[in-house]
């Protein structure tokens, strides 16, 4: 953590009330210092799901959240917070998706949560369903600025569905990637089993970046495919092939370098096999194509 650059430092700071002097500031004054009297230390009224917010005015990829718990007192009330990383401001952005729960932080102690990329430029701390004082020593952001992640806007669509794992979690911004987390596709067990994106308009794909299931199974993704091109020919899998996935480690994020090929549809396709496909988050960057359609 001391290593990577704090991006709380640079952010605008609220939070649902106000106890005294405890402004929301002084979470991200870069000082840990977890006593009252030290003036260091952010505080609520006792509200109904109290919360914290963090706008970190663009939108990153977020590695870590670490949390100072306060030392002298009540360290227990801190029990159950949330953290939420988003770009909604919705419920005052405790909407957004959730990175971690907090079960508890001794007193005085800082404790990391990792969010594996999570994109938002808000990043809330919320104490959900009871009535509570929420009060923070330090709040400290590591992450990458995200760029724009043109999967985001696209319509998504694949061979089958297995359970609740429809095709658009792959596109939700979350790159959580155990199932019970509810941020993966799934199908069922297909002969060639794909997954199509359909930017709407068609680019020139600089990168493809794929995270893959941690919980179980990352071996199904070995040997998939990755083609883009302008092509619905079988489903869009005719298209040219941007990379070959060899193998990515269960949880694990990784970047195919596609040099430009243009395309409005972006497929993931197990070819040659029966398998099922799982993809916990798809990513693209790329600029529009001088022949983009309308």
């Known amino acids: 953590m001391r290593n990577k650059t704090n991006i709380a430092r640079g952010g605008k700071v609220t939070q649902s009330s106000l106890f005294g002097p405890g402004v929301p500031e002084r979470a991200i004054d870069g000082n840990r210092a977890s006593n009252w009297v030290e003036n260091s230390c952010t505080h609520t009224q006792n509200d109904r799901n109290p919360w914290w917010r963090l706008d970190l005015q663009k939108t990153y990829n977020i590695d870590t ?155 199904r993704l070995n040997g998939a495919e990755i083609r883009i091109g302008n092509s619905l020919n079988d489903d869009g899998n005719s298209n040219p092939r941007c990379a070959v996935i060899s193998s990515i480690p269960a949880g694990i994020s990784k970047t195919f370098i596609c040099n430009g090929m243009e395309g409005r549809y972006v497929n993931i396709v197990i070819p040659g096999r029966q398998e099922y496909l799982t993809l916990c988050e798809v990513e693209v960057t790329g600029q529009l194509s001088g022949n983009s359609l309308n």
Request: negative net charge; contains cysteine; charged residues 20%.
């Open 65 to 219: 959240v670490t949390i100072t718990n306060r030392k002298d007192c009540c360290p227990e009330r801190l029990n159950g917070a949330e953290i939420h990383i988003g770009n909604s401001l919705t419920d005052y952005g405790n909407s957004n998706a959730r990175c971690a729960v907090i079960s508890s932080i001794p007193a005085g102690t800082s404790k990391t949560f990792e969010c594996n990329g999570m994109e938002g430029r808000y990043v809330n701390i919320a104490i959900p369903g009871r009535q509570e004082y929420l009060t923070l020593c330090e709040v400290e952001v590591t992450g990458q600025l995200s760029e724009t992640n043109i999967a985001r806007g696209g319509k998504v669509t694949q061979s089958s569905l297995f359970g609740p794992g429809v095709p658009e979690r792959a596109i939700d911004g979350n790159r959580a990637s155990n199932w019970v987390e509810n941020s993966c596709t799934h199908t069922v067990n297909d002969q060639n089993p794909w997954w199509r994106l359909d930017l709407q308009k068609t680019y020139n794909i600089d990168t493809v970046t794929i995270t893959n299931r941690k919980d179980c199974c990352p071996e």
